[in-house]
């Protein structure tokens, strides 16, 4: 706790957050993200560490201009933003 990271799209200082108890190092790394605006889990980690609730998507799964990045916006969370989000870290 206490430390952060640089975003690696936006370059905002990030805060490392402890998550809750649903996080383990039995399944993967133990290293997640937190997304206080998709989750109730999430959610009270986010109020916990005074973090944003932000759910830039739309309820047919796009991004919303909300993301802050102009070449996700429209891109359906479950369909190609991966392949998209990739590309925007690669740049």
């Known amino acids: 706790e206490g430390l952060q990271y640089k975003h ?3 370059g905002a200082a ?3 957050v ?3 108890d649903y996080i383990t190092t039995e ?6 993200h937190t997304a206080p605006g ?3 889990d999430d959610f009270m980690v986010g109020q916990k560490y005074g973090l ?3 759910a830039p998507v739309d309820n047919a799964g796009n991004f919303t201009a909300e993301v802050g990045i102009e070449s996700l ?3 359906n969370v479950l ?5 998209k989000v990739t590309e925007v870290l690669r740049e």
Do not use: Y
Not at 27 to 32: E, F, N, S, W, Y
Not at 79 to 83: E, Y
């Open 52 to 54: 944003e609730v932000a």
């Open 14 to 16: 990030t805060p490392v």
């Open 73 to 75: 916006v429209g891109a």
């Open 27 to 32: 399944a993967g790394t133990g290293l997640v």
């Open 8 to 10: 690696p799209i936006t």
């Open 38 to 40: 998709h989750g109730q």
């Open 18 to 20: 402890i998550g809750g």
């Open 79 to 83: 369909k190609d933003a991966n392949s």
